[in-house]
């Protein structure tokens, strides 16, 4: 593990502005989460109970196999998710951006490891807090389902990612459902930040990590794409649609 564990960050790494602390009520990410379900005064209960909390790189918010005290929303930047496989290897099972929620299934113990790709911040929310939350909150616990519903869509397009699509086909769809996801919460563009490495990636697309490097090399060859700093830039949509569906 190459993390910091969350409790052991020391206060100099969090990123907490103490001239504006954050308010449910004015958060600019409340529409994309769970708690966009919460009615005005609900929001200001809400409040009381939710943790802001903003984390530099290499975080660990979680490991795989610990108690789950805590569930999360994102409200900034990327987070990898991963298990550990018995042999030691390491399989992404996916990136959570501003938005997503982690601990939908509400178990005991988290199914994974959840670490920071750069800078995030999240909203930490006690789980026995929660659970009384969905006990007592209906509409709370229609809109958990919408999130789990998205999740199991989410984790079919993966196994049809790694069981029937050929390297390039896995690389443009990793694209292009990243470009999607992250359209939800900016304005659509051309140009796709991707803050995770390659090798994230690839062990996301079960790939290695010079097959991700010569597949997107020779995208940019194709005129694809162009990789700018940071991400890369789309040249051809349709044609990478084409790829992606094989």
Known sequence: MTGKPLQDISPSTEKVNESHV??????TTRHLSICDALG???????DHVVQHRGFAAKAVLFEQGQKADFVFSV????????????????????????GDFLGTALAEKHEYTAESV????????????????????????????????REIHDSQDQIVLLGRKNAEER????????????????????????????????????LT??????????????????????????????????LAEG
Do not use: W
């Open 22 to 27: 954050p308010n449910c009520s004015t958060c």
């Open 40 to 46: 005005p005064k609900e929001l200001v209960t809400f």
């Open 75 to 98: 409200s900034e930047g990327t987070i990898r998710l991963f298990r550990l496989l018995p042999d030691g290897r390491r399989q992404i099972i996916g990136f959570a951006i501003k």
């Open 118 to 149: 750069d800078h995030i911040r999240v909203c930490r929310i006690p789980r026995s807090t929660f659970l009384q939350m969905l006990d007592e909150k209906p509409h709370l616990m229609k809109k958990l389902h919408e999130i789990a519903g």
């Open 171 to 206: 690389v443009a769809a990793f694209l292009l459902s990243f470009r999607e996801r992250l359209a939800r919460v900016l304005t659509r563009s051309v140009t796709i930040p991707l803050p995770m490495s390659r090798q994230d990636i690839a062990d996301y697309l079960g």
């Open 209 to 242: 990590i010079e097959t991700v490097s010569r597949t997107i090399s020779k995208l940019a060859r194709d005129k694809l794409i162009v990789v700018v700093p940071d991400g890369i830039r789309i040249l051809d949509v349709n044609r990478l649609v084409e």
